[in-house]
């Protein structure tokens, strides 16, 4: 039996952050080992590093040491090969945007062509339960709504790692 490839890994993994008074360590001596097919989430109180960590993995904040990999690559390579998708704490769409054009954004920046951008916002508007509200602005929506539009788009194109920081909160 093959055993699946390593889609987050992390050793010895720190992030020290320069604090007026004194350093802040955010992540000490993080080690984690996440498959293919895993399904982790991180628990712990206000202040414990959960966002940080995410962030680390999606490229949004850089480590002091350790190493870490995503899909094999670091976060930077896999940050610009587009090797995750990212659903933040907060609804994140573009107000100028309705909901499809939103969902659509990462599939435009990837280049896939009309029609399969047009058959991957159906379906993922549909797996979110957002059918018929695809020409709505996010202002038109309720927060729960446009979080879950924001959950559609980080479905849309079929990524390898889907990283939520809190998206049901």
């Given amino acids: 039996m093959t055993q699946a490839?390593?889609?987050v890994s992390a050793k010895d993994l720190c992030l020290t952050y320069q604090a007026n008074d004194a350093p802040v360590h955010a992540?000490?001596?993080v080690n984690l080992d996440v498959r293919?097919?895993?399904?982790?989430s991180f628990i712990g109180p206000s202040g414990c590093g959960k966002t940080t960590f995410l962030r680390v993995i999606a490229d949004l904040?850089?480590?002091t040491s350790g190493d870490i990999t995503v899909n094999g690559m670091t976060?930077?390579?896999a940050r610009k090969a587009r090797a995750y998708g990212y659903v933040f704490q907060s609804p994140a769409l573009y107000p100028w945007r309705t909901i499809d054009k939103n969902i659509a954004l990462p599939l435009e920046i990837m280049n896939y062509p009309a029609d399969e951008r047009q058959k991957r916002i159906a379906e993922a508007l549909d797996l979110v339960g957002l059918t018929g509200f695809e020409k709505k602005f996010p202002w038109q929506l309720s927060g729960g709504m446009q979080q879950r539009a924001s959950i559609a788009r980080a479905l849309a194109f079929d990524a390898d790692l889907l990283l939520m920081d809190e998206p049901f909160g």
Avoid: R, T
């Fill in 5 to 7: 490839a390593s889609v």
């Fill in 27 to 29: 992540l000490s001596n």
């Fill in 36 to 40: 293919k097919g895993d399904f982790v």
């Fill in 61 to 63: 904040e850089k480590k």
């Fill in 75 to 77: 976060p930077e390579d």
